[in-house]
């Protein structure tokens, strides 16, 4: 009977070594622009069936990083979905202690990247110190405007700034490192994000102008990581009609799939398009457009993958 305890013992100390040592990951809690699907106003092929079929809605582009050895989590932009991705990230990572987060880092000052923050607020959760990670701008910004001033105020949020290229260590095994990149800069300015854990990298670039417009090589910095999150708002031009789509820049996927056309099999596959506009033909897996990337050799980001670290 001892023997059989010491047994049982032993068994659960190596599951628990187990649960320990187990790496540290990202995972994709959304994959939609700012607005999501189905699209305010819109009623049209792209979003009809969505708003009626749960199984067709797409949340706003958001990264969760896990680290399951020391039950730290952290979010990359506070998107409109942040209960929802609040909810499935206390699933897949259980925390009991307060703060709900360890830390939540802003890529920009659009809607879809930090208007979640106001759930923190008096009104629904009414947190404690959560760290925020932001770039001057952005720090400035919520400093001075309503509601968001508030939220500083109350010590729901502590902000912590970030510098172009300044590294973070969130931890022994983790960092995060943001990187400037062209985009509608109206209040903020725009960051990427690097993570980099143990065994591997990810970049994260949710919104970026055309890739043209930046001073740095795209595809090097595809081959310094092992995956790629990229701007993938629009399939091609004329996607959004009635507007001009010079007005809103980004790659077209098409444009970005041709200038990668000459890159190993290897570095292709490292990359997943993210941040899907709801005119974007690519989010359902059965289309043509989203045939086209896979049989090029990419990937569309799809919720609830993971990528250990
Ligand atoms: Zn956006
Ligand atoms: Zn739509
Ligand atoms: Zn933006």
Same mark, same amino acid.
């Given at each position: 009977?001892?023997?059989?305890?010491?047994?049982?013992?032993?068994?659960?100390?190596?599951?628990?070594?187990?649960?320990?040592?187990?790496?540290?990951?990202?995972?994709?809690?959304?994959?939609?622009?700012?607005? /999501?699907?189905? %699209?305010? #106003?819109?009623?049209?092929?792209?979003? =009809? &069936?969505?708003?009626?079929?749960?199984?067709? $809605?797409?949340?706003?582009?958001?990264?969760?990083?896990?680290?399951?050895?020391?039950?730290?989590?952290?979010?990359?932009?506070?998107?409109?979905?942040?209960?929802?991705?609040?909810?499935?990230?206390?699933?897949?990572?259980?925390?009991?202690?307060?703060?709900?987060?360890?830390?939540?880092?802003?890529?920009?000052?659009?809607?879809?990247?930090?208007? /979640?923050?106001? %759930?923190? #607020?008096?009104?629904?959760?009414?947190? =404690? &110190?959560?760290?925020?990670?932001?770039?001057? $701008?952005?720090?400035?910004?919520?400093?001075?405007?309503?509601?968001?001033?508030?939220?500083?105020?109350?010590?729901?949020?502590?902000?912590?700034?970030?510098?172009?290229?300044?590294?973070?260590?969130?931890?022994?095994?983790?960092?995060?490192?943001?990187?400037?990149v062209?985009?509608?800069?109206?209040?903020?300015?725009?960051?990427g994000?690097r993570?980099?854990?143990?065994?591997r990298a990810v970049i994260f670039i949710?919104?970026i102008?055309k890739w043209e417009?930046w001073t740095t090589r795209i595809e090097e910095l595809i081959s310094e990581v092992d995956r790629a999150y990229l701007d993938g708002?629009?399939y091609?031009?004329?996607?959004?009609?009635?507007?001009?789509?010079?007005?809103?820049?980004h790659p077209f996927i098409v444009e970005s799939i041709e200038r990668f056309s000459t890159l190993p099999e290897v570095e292709k596959a490292k990359v997943r398009f993210i941040?899907?506009?709801?005119?974007?033909?690519a989010?359902?897996?059965?289309?043509?457009?989203a045939q086209r990337i896979y049989d090029a050799g990419f990937h569309i980001a799809?919720?609830?993958?993971?990528f250990?670290?």
């Open positions: 009977m001892f023997s059989l305890l010491i047994a049982l013992v032993s068994l659960f100390d190596h599951s628990n070594e187990i649960i320990r040592d187990a790496a540290p990951f990202v995972v994709v809690f959304g994959v939609a622009q700012d607005g /999501g699907v189905p %699209h305010a #106003g819109c009623a049209r092929e792209c979003c =009809r &069936e969505a708003w009626t079929n749960p199984a067709l $809605r797409r949340r706003v582009s958001c990264l969760a990083i896990v680290d399951p050895k020391t039950s730290e989590r952290w979010m990359i932009d506070a998107t409109p979905d942040f209960p929802a991705q609040l909810y499935t990230l206390n699933e897949i990572a259980p925390i009991t202690n307060q703060p709900a987060l360890t830390g939540i880092f802003l890529t920009h000052g659009h809607i879809g990247h930090y208007s /979640g923050l106001m %759930h923190l #607020g008096r009104e629904v959760m009414g947190s =404690r &110190e959560v760290p925020v990670y932001a770039m001057p $701008r952005m720090m400035e910004f919520l400093s001075t405007s309503g509601p968001w001033d508030q939220l500083i105020r109350l010590r729901n949020i502590i902000l912590q700034p970030l510098h172009d290229g300044g590294m973070v260590k969130l931890n022994e095994r983790i960092s995060v490192q943001p990187f400037l062209p985009h509608r800069d109206e209040y903020t300015e725009t960051v994000f993570i980099t854990g143990p065994q949710p919104d102008d417009k708002t629009f091609a031009d004329g996607e959004v009609t009635g507007r001009a789509m010079s007005e809103i820049p941040h899907l506009n709801h005119t974007n033909r989010l359902r897996d059965t289309s043509e457009a799809k919720e609830d993958e993971r250990e670290l």
